[in-house]
């Protein structure tokens, strides 16, 4: 590699190092401001459970130093979670001068849709679905057998749900996608919806707790995103026509 080639490349590295640095430092100082309030921050999220446990049961930490680390944890979460969209915005000024005009206009709206759907995925969760599922978790348990779920267990276990709904919710950014870049058109997604709907409730089986209500409150939202990935889709043009256009023009 010559001088002249290798200088480009080594320009990119430094920016990219540049942006990834600042998304750190983003993430770095809404977690401090965010720290001090690190149990509340634990009591909120942890709140669709205890409100619906029984009299006198409480959660509980299995381990010595839990109690400190795993509201830190959820804060260190809460942090890049609230940093999204200033990290998707470095990880666009990275990748912008480099796409086509045709292409900005198609990433640029996906980028902020797709942060908004994932935000709405989290926050139906957390509204919709824990007070469901923690009210028949909580109703079904045997008689005599007293509930006290571990702090950092209770964490895991939303966490994993808040990423299977904030996911599932980008099925319209999906589809678009796909039919931009030609794997598919709306018409052959319209034909095959039946096989869409199946899959839609079996992944919400695999997804969520083994209970009818978290697995129907996750199919029924991604079958209705999919119509709307689909009628969206239509008003992108394919990639390869996107090409000819920008090389035309």
């Not at 029984?54 to 299995?62: D, L, N, Q, R, S």
């Not at 990290?87 to 849709?113: C, D, M, N, T």
């Not at 099925?171 to 996608?177: N, R, S, T, W």
Request: some cysteine; aromatic content about 14%.
């Amino acid at each position: 590699m010559s001088v002249d080639e290798s200088q480009p490349l080594i320009t990119h590295l430094i920016e990219l190092r540049n942006r990834l640095l600042k998304a750190v430092i983003c993430v770095l100082i809404v977690f401090v401001l965010l720290v001090y309030w690190a149990n509340d921050i634990y009591t909120l999220l942890a709140s669709p459970l205890t409100e619906r446990l029984p009299a006198g049961a409480t959660m509980i930490a299995t381990n010595v130093a839990t109690p400190f680390f795993t509201p830190i944890k959820l804060t260190a979460i809460v942090a890049v979670f609230l940093s999204v969209p200033y990290i998707l915005y470095q990880i666009w000024a990275f990748v912008a001068p480099a796409l086509y005009k045709q292409e900005k206009r198609l990433v640029y709206p996906l980028l902020i849709s797709s942060t908004l759907l994932f935000y709405i995925g989290v926050a139906f969760a957390y509204y919709v679905v824990f007070p469901l599922v923690f009210g028949f978790l909580t109703s079904t348990a045997p008689e005599g057998v007293t509930i006290a779920t571990d702090i950092s267990s209770y964490l895991d276990f939303v966490l994993t749900i808040f990423l299977a709904f904030g996911i599932c919710f980008e099925v319209p950014v999906a589809i678009i996608l796909l039919c931009w870049s030609g794997v598919t058109t709306p018409e052959d997604l319209k034909a095959k919806r039946p096989y869409i709907i199946v899959a839609a409730f079996i992944i919400g089986m695999l997804l969520t707790p083994p209970d009818i209500f978290s697995q129907t409150l996750l199919a029924i939202p991604m079958c209705l995103l999919f119509e709307v990935g689909v009628l969206v889709s239509r008003f992108y043009v394919p990639k390869e026509d996107t090409e000819t256009e920008n090389k035309i023009g």
